[in-house]
């Protein structure tokens, strides 16, 4: 799977995040459900085809911790953000999103809506 790593122009983090990008049908069906834990180093970058809510929307059954969720729309700005919790059905962004940053919550602060984020690809020597 690609990786990728996770830069926030705005308000650089004190250490990039490693996310899984997730841009086939089978691997956003898939998300982290099932897994046992998210490392506060690494995450999983959900990539819808276009900005859309509805698109973007996630659902946390049988994730079983808490996640902090970060949407970000199609020119690389994040558009809303939130903690979503174990086992609940439903989480929409306020605005279209394209793409669904899901990290380990002690992240959420790391991340303000209008941020500009960029993704790129992991050097593997």
């Known amino acids: ?49 276009r900005d859309s809510r509805l698109d973007a929307a996630i659902h946390m059954f049988f994730v079983n911790y808490d996640l902090a969720i970060i949407w970000i729309n199609g020119q690389k700005q994040v558009v809303d953000k939130r903690v979503a919790y174990r086992w609940r059905p439903f989480y929409m962004p306020a605005a279209p999103a394209r793409y ?21 690809d992991e050097q593997i020597n």
């Open 1 to 49: 799977m690609r990786q990728v790593t996770i830069h926030n122009k705005s308000h650089p983090l004190k250490q990039p995040i490693q996310a899984c990008f997730c841009d086939t049908f089978f691997c956003r069906l898939k998300g982290l459900m099932f897994s046992h834990v998210i490392s506060s180093e690494t995450g999983l970058l959900l990539v819808e085809s």
């Open 100 to 120: 669904i940053l899901e990290i380990h919550p002690d992240h959420i602060q790391d991340f303000y809506i209008g941020d500009i984020i960029d993704f790129r």
